[in-house]
Antibody, heavy 120, light 107 residues
């Protein structure tokens, strides 16, 4: 069974760093690009960026370029979303997702979400 | 950066109604357009991809269409399980943008 399983909820202070994870299983990990989607409390979905786990090619939305880092560790079939210095405005639910018909496609597979709370 | 303008933001409807949601892209997305349904506290669920292809397992009352850069999601006869928020998303050229979302409420 193809699955994306995300790491657990995080509570952090402004200025702290954070790396959340998304582990893929049940398929060849390098086949499909993995994306990250933000959903702030009570708000809509925002496409943050995607990464090719095979060659590490990464594309960011202009809104998130320079604000986060997307990476992968192929050896443990895991994708990451990372912040070097969190802000209160990073408080949100973060989903990883991928499409399984083509290398990059509509997201038919989603992780369960990771809730990030940033508060002093 | 392609912008996706979705309307309406909220829609009040009754069970059995025909519902239409529209999404306009700021430039061509070459039919790489998806529709998702999201319920509170849940991850989004893919309904339609490539503008008009129904995802496996999705009821046939859902359909998608396109005309140039304008895309439409239609629910032919609204069912109680369909009250949710719907999003369009383009996924052209290894990028993506979601529309602002449409909340379908009970009238």
């Amino acid at each position: 069974e193809v699955q994306l399983v995300q790491s657990g909820a995080e509570v952090k202070k402004p200025g702290e760093s954070l790396k959340i994870s998304c582990k893929g299983s049940g398929y060849r990990f390098t086949t499909y690009w993995i994306g990250w989607v933000r959903q702030m409390p009570g708000k809509g979905l925002e496409w943050m960026g995607i990464i090719n786990p095979g060659n590490f090619d990464t594309r960011y939305s202009p809104s998130f370029q320079g604000q986060v880092t997307i990476s992968v560790d192929k050896s443990i079939t895991t994708a990451y979303l990372q912040w070097s210095s969190l802000k209160a405005s990073d408080t949100a639910m973060y989903y990883c997702a991928m499409g399984t018909r083509r290398p990059y496609d509509a997201f038919d597979m989603w992780g369960q979400g990771t809730k990030v709370t940033v508060s002093s | 950066d392609i912008q996706m303008t979705q309307s309406p933001s909220t829609l009040s409807a009754s069970v059995g109604d025909r519902v239409t949601i529209t999404c306009r892209a700021s430039q061509s997305v070459n039919s790489w357009l998806a529709w998702y349904q999201q319920k509170p506290g849940k991850a989004p669920k893919l309904l339609i991809y490539k503008a008009s292809t129904l995802e496996s397992g999705v009821p046939s009352r859902f359909s998608g269409s396109e005309s140039g850069t304008e895309f439409t999601l239609t629910i032919s006869s609204l069912q109680p399980d369909d009250f949710a928020t719907y999003y369009c998303q383009h996924y052209n050229n290894y990028l993506g943008t979601f529309g602002q979302g449409t909340k379908v409420e009970i009238k």
